[in-house]
């Protein structure tokens, strides 16, 4: 297999976003632009990557994986000097194949990326350029065509009128043999209207030479698509959530209504399963088979086995087993595995704890740093104590355990299997299997002594 590497462009300002940062840092359905084009080389199989970034480099860098090359580019002097920035990179690649493309537009799929490297292949090309054609091609970068190959690629600003009105653009991303990239890199000049070095003048250059060039029609219009303000970019996000909606309806999930949800084209969604308008499902989440997830429910990085059924309720960085039910008005912070057929009703926050399978837990209560077994009854208001204001400290509560309204679990603490606690009991001390906790102080009552508290004449 030949040896094949890609340089990103990523050092745009994007002053139209209005924000401080790096355009390529604007995120499509949760992920920065620039991590868009990088998973969709990583996607083809393109590991060694080179990243050209300008100002706010470490945040462009914190959103790639370790390992990613990087080049600065101080200047904004264009997309070939952005280029240039990566000459040592490319130097030790000079054999390889290198692909280049725009830190800005997330929708030039792997199979594109894989496709235009095959015909870049076959056509024993030195440039291979990737191409679409849009209904409006202005700003774009115009692919001139003479017979059956490819002449130029002129820039709508040095493009005449005729030019104008070619309508096959190019979409940002080229292949290069790199040993043509580096020698055209070194021809380019900033004879034109913006006074840049244009990478696109690199296909003119090579053809010149005598060597072969192509481009690639990727077929459609979308792979061109970036983002250079808001609207743009809420369009931008408008597509990608379709395009998942697309797949997930062919896969058998049903979403009757989209309104107000996202779901991150990382999610695994089982056929059969049901998604209510309001919910957000980010990052690595799987949903099983015949779960129902909202209305106005958040899914973080979560693994939700079948049948689970989650109503305005926040799952974050956890484990739920099959049918799990959660909610309203609940959250499961990160670190929980929830067993089979727990419930879990409203206002009930779990963090960082085990829930053994069939435990249910109706209302208001805290459950944090706990190895919960299996069918522990919580009562209303039961409050886990994990935290002395210095460390937390973990609970370990046995199967059947019965804990009363209220009761305070104080961390450390250890409850065996079948214990009870009273309504209002604080335990401070382990309690063994089976026995009863009742901790609270006793009862007294004062007859008629509500009078003397009452108004005068009441
Ligand atoms: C570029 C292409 C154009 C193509 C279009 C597709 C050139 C000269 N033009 O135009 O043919 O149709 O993309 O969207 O290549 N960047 C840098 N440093 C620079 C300049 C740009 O890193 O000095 C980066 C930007 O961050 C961006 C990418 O390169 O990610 C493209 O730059 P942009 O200014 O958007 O190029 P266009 O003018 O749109
Ligand atoms: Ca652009």
């Excluded at 920035?85 to 690649?93: C, P, S, T, V």
Aim: proline residues 4%; hydrophobic residues 40%.
């Amino acid at each position: 297999m030949e040896k094949r590497c890609a340089v990103l462009l990523a050092a745009g300002e994007g002053k139209r976003m209005g924000g401080r940062g790096s355009k390529v840092l604007c995120q499509v359905l949760f992920r920065p632009l620039i991590r868009w084009v990088y998973d969709n080389c990583a996607g083809a199989g393109i590991e060694d990557i080179c990243v050209i970034v300008g100002k706010n480099s470490e945040d462009v860098l914190r959103e790639l994986p370790q390992g990613t090359h990087t080049a600065l580019q101080e200047q904004r002097l264009g997309t070939g000097h952005a280029v240039l920035q990566a000459k040592a990179f490319l130097e030790e690649r000079r054999d390889w194949d290198v692909l280049v493309a725009n830190g800005d537009a997330p929708f030039l799929f792997p199979r594109l990326i894989q496709g235009a490297w095959e015909a870049h292949r076959a056509g024993q090309n030195a440039m291979t350029v990737i191409s679409a054609r849009v209904e409006d091609p202005a700003g774009y970068g115009r692919i001139l065509r003479d017979g059956e190959g490819v002449r130029a690629i002129v820039e709508e600003r040095d493009a005449d009128d005729a030019q104008k009105a070619v309508r096959e653009i190019n979409a940002g991303c080229c292949w290069f043999r790199g040993g043509d990239l580096l020698e055209a890199l070194e021809e380019l000049t900033p004879q034109n209207v913006q006074g840049e070095l244009y990478l696109t003048d690199a296909l003119g250059i090579l053809r010149e030479k005598g060597r072969r060039v192509g481009a690639w029609d990727a077929g459609d219009p979308r792979v061109v698509l970036g983002a250079n303000d808001r609207r743009q970019l809420a369009g931008l996000n408008a597509i990608a959530r379709e395009m998942v909606f697309d797949r997930l309806y062919d896969q058998g999930v049903d979403i009757p209504v989209t309104d107000g949800v996202m779901i991150d084209p990382r999610a695994r969604i089982a056929p059969g399963a049901r998604i209510l308008p309001g919910t957000v499902i980010r990052g690595e989440t799987a949903v099983g088979r015949d779960s129902v997830i909202g209305p106005n429910s958040w899914l973080e990085d979560s693994t939700l086995g079948e049948g689970c059924l989650i109503q305005a309720s926040y799952i974050l960085g956890s484990t739920l087993e099959d049918r799990v039910q959660i909610g309203p008005f609940s959250r499961v912070r990160p670190g929980c595995r929830i067993g089979a057929g727990v419930k879990i009703g409203n206002f009930v926050e779990v963090k960082n704890s085990v829930l053994g399978p069939g435990t249910k837990s109706a209302h208001l209560t805290y459950i944090g740093d706990a190895d919960v077994g299996a069918g522990v009854n919580f009562g209303c208001g039961v409050c886990i104590a994990n935290y002395d204001g210095v460390k937390k400290h973990r609970t370990t509560i046995g199967d059947g355990v019965f804990l009363g309204c209220n009761t305070n679990l104080i961390a450390p603490v250890k409850l065996g299997d079948g214990a009870y606690t009273a309504a209002g009991t604080t335990v401070t001390r382990d309690v063994p299997e089976d026995a009863l906790c009742i901790g609270r102080p006793r009862q007294t009552v004062l007859p008629d002594r509500a009078r003397d508290y009452r108004k005068p004449g009441k």
